[in-house]
């Protein structure tokens, strides 16, 4: 489980297919308590560290995405250089900052408009029809892996604000029109939606 709260900016520093296809990512983590076996929210999805080092004084670890999870998901896109919002595991006793997040992407919407919105910066997704139900104003939703709130609902478009502090320190800051995201909706709002249909 994780919070939608990152903790470091990564970057794909390899990509390779073995089999599944693995990627190195560089990160500021302390890797002597980062465990092989461990999972890393990468953007979004929840990953398993397979492998970690350090290579002239660069911090990296490795993990591997399936087939299913580079359809389903922006894992595909990544490249060499690609940088990624990353979370650890939360541990109990943990702040939970953001909102329950559990690093299962549901689908991947489309930035439509990112504009300056006073000091914010305002950004409208298109959602995939099914998951666009499960997205309501003032409700959470998890997108790249940040958790945010969502500020109004209009058919299967929705919009946000980010902080300068979240532009700064997570992907959000760099998206553009066209890109696509990983959402995950609110499992509260999943369980309601499945108790209204019951």
Same mark, same amino acid.
């Given at each position: 489980?994780?919070?939608?709260?990152?903790?470091?900016?990564?970057?794909?520093?390899?990509?390779?297919?073995?089999?599944?296809?693995?990627?190195?990512?560089?990160?500021?983590?302390?890797?002597?308590?980062?465990?092989?076996?461990? /999972? +890393?929210?990468?953007? $979004?999805?929840?990953?398993?560290? !397979?492998?970690?080092?350090? %290579?002239?004084?660069? #911090?990296?670890? @490795?993990?591997?995405?399936?087939?299913?999870?580079?359809?389903?998901?922006?894992?595909?896109?990544?490249?060499?250089?690609?940088?990624?919002?990353?979370?650890?595991?939360?541990?109990?006793?943990?702040?939970?900052?953001?909102?329950?997040?559990?690093?299962?992407?549901?689908?991947?919407?489309?930035?439509? /408009? +990112?504009?300056?919105? $006073?000091?914010?910066?305002?950004? !409208?997704?298109?959602?995939? %029809?099914?998951?666009? #139900?499960?997205? @309501?104003?003032?409700?959470?939703?998890?997108?790249?892996?940040?958790?945010?709130?969502?500020?109004?609902?209009?058919?299967?478009?929705?919009?946000?604000?980010?902080?300068?502090?979240?532009?700064?320190?997570?992907?959000?800051?760099?998206?553009?029109?066209?890109?696509?995201?990983?959402?995950?909706?609110?499992?509260?709002?999943?369980?309601?939606?499945?108790?209204?249909?019951?």
């Amino acid at each position: 489980m994780f919070t939608g709260i990152v903790t470091d900016m990564g970057r794909v520093r390899a990509v390779s297919r073995p089999g599944d296809t693995r990627f190195e990512i560089a990160t500021a983590y302390d890797i002597a308590s980062l465990s092989i076996g461990a /999972s +890393v929210a990468c953007s $979004g999805p929840c990953l398993t560290v !397979v492998a970690k080092g350090e %290579d002239k004084g660069e #911090r990296w670890f @490795a993990v591997e995405a399936s087939a299913e999870t580079l359809s389903k998901t922006t894992a595909g896109q990544w490249r060499v250089g690609t940088l990624l919002n990353l979370e650890r595991a939360l541990k109990v006793g943990d702040e939970l900052g953001g909102h329950i997040v559990s690093g299962h992407v549901d689908g991947t919407g489309q930035v439509i /408009s +990112v504009r300056p919105e $006073g000091g914010s910066i305002r950004l !409208v997704f298109e959602a995939p %029809d099914a998951l666009a #139900r499960y997205i @309501a104003p003032k409700g959470s939703i998890a997108i790249e892996g940040v958790s945010l709130t969502v500020n109004e609902v209009e058919g299967a478009r929705f919009g946000v604000n980010i902080i300068p502090h979240t532009a700064k320190m997570t992907t959000l800051g760099s998206l553009t029109p066209g890109m696509a995201v990983n959402l995950e909706i609110d499992v509260l709002a999943r369980y309601v939606a499945r108790l209204q249909a019951a």
